[in-house]
């Protein structure tokens, strides 16, 4: 029913920026208009919590860790959402998912690698 995929990590120096993009190409635009979606980080050892969220109206939501630093935003055309990181830092390191909630429902992607050399 859902597929979320993600794109966008790798291996970057401290300072340095990257882009997430997240995608959900198999459902259609009506409805992923509707959608709230967001961006979670797990660092090793730690639990997974909430970096970035955007609803549908596109009001959004930042960790205070990563304000100033990192933008969500969506392009509801290509059904794509983004989280624009810059200035990153080594503590910024770890796993990123992608949430799509959806009625109620809780959709995850299988994650992209961050690494933040210092």
């Known amino acids: 029913q859902v597929h979320v995929v993600e794109s966008g990590g790798g291996l970057v120096q401290a300072g340095g920026s990257l882009r997430l993009t997240c995608a959900d190409p198999?459902?259609?635009?009506?409805?992923?208009?509707?959608?709230?979606m967001a961006w979670y980080r797990q660092a090793p050892g730690k639990d997974r919590d909430l970096v970035a969220l955007?609803?549908?109206?596109?009001?959004?939501t930042y960790a205070d860790s990563v304000k100033g630093r990192f933008t969500i935003y969506r392009d509801n055309a290509r059904k794509r959402v983004h989280l624009q990181m810059n200035d990153l830092k080594s503590e910024d390191t770890g796993v990123y998912f992608c949430?799509?909630?959806?009625?109620?429902?809780?959709?995850w992607g299988q994650g992209t690698q961050v690494t933040v050399s210092s």
């Open positions: 949430n799509i909630q959806r009625r109620g429902s809780n959709y």
């Open positions: 198999r459902v259609i635009f009506s409805v992923f208009t509707s959608d709230t």
């Open positions: 955007i609803t549908s109206g596109g009001g959004t």
